[in-house]
């Protein structure tokens, strides 16, 4: 059973850091790209972020691109999102997702809420 299970977020002041996690399991996460998406109080979801099976290729969306890092760990079967200089309009559902064997799969999720 494909499963993505989030972690990592939480409430920082306008200005700090987190590192989200995505622990893969019921596939080999290398063998697919995958994503970051969130959503906002009232609002869809937005993509945020993708990385490429290898972890070499990334691509990011205007609104986060110079201060969000995309990673992954193929060994550990983790993606990453590190969060820097955040800012109260990144408050959101932050969501892993990956298609696997043509479906699409997205966990829990994980709130990062920025507040002062």
């Known amino acids: 059973e494909v499963q993505l299970v989030e972690s990592g977020g939480g409430l920082v002041q306008p200005g700090g850091s987190l590192r989200l996690s995505c622990a893969a399991s019921?596939?080999?996460?290398?063998?697919?790209?995958m994503n970051w998406v969130r959503q906002a109080p009232g609002k869809g979801l937005e993509w945020v972020s993708s990385?490429?099976?290898?972890?070499?290729?990334?691509s990011y969306a205007g609104s986060v691109k110079g201060r969000f890092t995309i990673s992954r760990d193929n060994a550990k079967n983790t993606l990453y999102l590190q969060m820097n200089s955040l800012e109260p309009e990144d408050t959101a559902v932050y969501y892993c997702?990956?298609?696997?064997?043509?479906?699409?799969?997205r966990g829990q999720g994980t709130q990062v809420t920025v507040s002062p």
């Open positions: 997702t990956a298609r696997v064997f043509l479906r699409d799969y």
């Open positions: 990385i490429n099976t290898g972890g070499r290729s990334t």
């Open positions: 019921g596939f080999t996460a290398s063998n697919y790209a």
